[in-house]
């Protein structure tokens, strides 16, 4: 049954689903060289979405994030084409940046980009760089969202990292990929009181304790699921949430309800707990 | 409908913060049951802290106390120095406590992990279809693993390869090549990796395991439970075949 003491552990078991939505806030798509990927494609995603009950996927292609040549092919296309399903995070390649091009894109097409998604560590490039002070800018500017890939002890988008953008750009909301695995204790310390910087899930179910201890330090509704798919699957992350020793109130926070909050700012964006 | 998990661990680890542990018998057993698991592979970690024959004796002795269907894992080191009842002896005294497999830890116990330093107790296992455990959460290496299959292409083996990504290219191999080797689902992280597994290998070769506790214990039934294959096939990983395993071994 998972979980005795949660009644949404036991929906699942027994019926097969919870009863509760979920806002996945961290995926990708298509191929990557790395690791084989049973189902990459938007279609193949979309099975494992609709039997998890995930409403949206907010995703960047890896496509996007390694290769500079056009973000918009790899978003655009599939965003339109599942506009209930899909939004995406325009990639910053700190290595190939063109600030002006990609905050166009992102104006152009209000309702494909949330934000924008950096992944310093694969690039080697510090988070606080000043080629990242037009997309934080902007950021600021308009109150979007972006998603940072962080990691316990990284020069680029470790906890430091991090704090020296929050400071600067204090007007940004933050979705902290991976909630600084390894180094989370340090993460908790210096941002216990940035209301505008999140903690997302993905990684996290690999070290037992982990959730229950943001719900602690951070609290549930500064919490957001997320899975990295097509990496990890939705019901990994799931039973994960379903196992840790929090409410099922906690619960629901995580899986929707602080995502359906902070999806509210976009006007393409129906909140489910209207 | 029962399940099993095949990959638990407890006993206390002063390395290791308490948070990370599960440090009694008591402990383990509450958290199954709040699970709603019926039984599982347990090992205590002491065999690899304080002693092999201290942790073997340890999870030998704790596991007559529950009342959930517990088998226990035992830690195996070369027989050159005559620690642990030797090869003739092995199956008769897993048989009287309810030992359903064996493991190696190389790591913690300092030995090299080869087919000929380890052919006799292998040679037995394989001949009487004794599981072995090769968890690389537990001191093992990938390669140290594939050397010891290449030699014992038949030994009946259950195999967890510990890894942050999804590992589909190092697991598959496994499968295809190894007619006895059975994959733990603790690390089956991937996105869809069931339905792949079963798709091209059939539901005979899935053992559900959690990683417990280094891994939260219920984490991976939503992914058996959720998965899009039918429910014969999902009795077959959550307690089917583990308990054709724990059965199918000649302990006589």
């Not at chain 1, 790395?34 to 189902?39: Q, V």
């Not at chain 2, 537990?138 to 590992?167: Q, R």
């Not at chain 2, 429910?231 to 395993?245: C, M, P, Q, S, Y």
Request: charged share 25%; hydrophobic share 35%; net charge negative.
């Amino acid at each position: 049954m998972i979980n005795n003491k949660s009644e949404l552990a036991q929906n699942l078991w027994n019926t097969g689903s919870m009863g509760c939505p979920i806002l996945d806030f961290h995926g990708h798509m298509h191929e990557y060289s790395a690791i084989y990927f049973p189902a990459s494609s938007p279609e193949g995603m979309l099975k494992t979405m609709d039997r998890a009950n995930v409403r949206m996927l907010m995703y960047c292609s890896h496509l996007a994030l390694y290769d500079p040549t056009d973000d918009k092919k790899y978003h655009v296309d599939v965003v339109k084409k599942y506009p209930d399903r899909f939004r995406a995070y325009h990639s910053v390649l700190s290595r190939y940046t063109d600030p002006e091009k990609a905050i166009r894109e992102v104006e152009e097409y209000p309702d494909v980009y949330l934000g924008f998604k950096f992944l310093c560590d694969y690039y080697a490039v510090p988070l606080s760089s000043p080629v990242h002070d037009p997309f934080f800018k902007y950021l600021n500017d308009t109150k979007k969202i972006c998603l940072i890939h962080t990691w316990g002890g990284s020069p680029y988008n470790g906890v430091d990292e991090i704090r020296k953008v929050v400071e600067k750009y204090p007007d940004v909301t933050y979705i902290c990929g991976h909630s600084f695995f390894g180094d989370e204790n340090h993460a908790f310390d210096v941002f216990k009181d940035a209301k505008n910087v999140y903690f997302e899930l993905t990684a996290v179910p690999l070290m037992r304790g982990f959730v229950e201890r943001i719900v602690q330090h951070i609290g549930s509704e500064r919490m957001l699921f997320g899975t990295d798919l097509p990496w990890f699957s939705t019901f990994h992350g799931i039973g994960t949430v379903l196992s840790a020793d929090i409410t099922d109130e906690d619960r629901k926070n995580i899986f929707y309800k602080t995502g359906d909050k902070l999806l509210s700012r976009y006007s393409w964006y129906t909140p489910i707990d209207k | 409908m029962k399940v099993y998990d095949c990959n638990l661990t407890y006993g206390f680890n002063v390395s290791k913060r308490s948070h990370e542990l599960c440090e009694t018998m008591e402990e383990l057993c509450k958290h199954m049951k709040n699970a709603g698991l019926t039984g599982g592979l347990v090992r205590a970690v002491s065999s690899d802290t304080v002693g092999v024959n201290f942790g073997n004796d340890q999870v030998a002795s704790e596991i007559k106390n529950s009342d959930l269907d517990l088998w226990g894992a035992w830690s195996i080191v070369p027989s050159i120095t005559n620690e642990i009842p030797s090869p003739e002896e092995m199956p008769k005294l897993m048989a009287k406590n309810k030992i359903g497999a064996l493991y190696m830890n190389p790591e913690a116990h300092r030995f090299l992990a080869i087919p000929s330093v380890m052919k006799d107790y292998l040679t037995m296992a394989d001949k009487r279809k004794i599981p072995i455990v090769f968890n690389t959460a537990w001191g093992i290496s990938i390669n140290d693993v594939s050397n010891l299959m290449e030699a014992f292409p038949t030994l009946t083996c259950i195999l967890a390869y510990h890894s942050l990504w999804p590992n589909a290219r190092t697991n598959l191999p496994f499968l295809s090549l190894y007619p006895n080797l059975y994959l733990d689902t603790s690390y089956m992280l991937d996105d869809q990796g069931i339905e792949y597994v079963i798709g091209k290998f059939g539901a005979d070769k899935l053992i559900h395991g959690s990683g417990f506790p280094e891994l939260y214990i219920g984490q991976q039934m939503p992914v058996v439970k959720c998965a899009d294959i039918s429910d014969k096939e999902k009795e077959a990983i959550l307690h089917g075949n583990f308990e054709k395993l724990m059965k199918g071994a000649d302990l006589k």
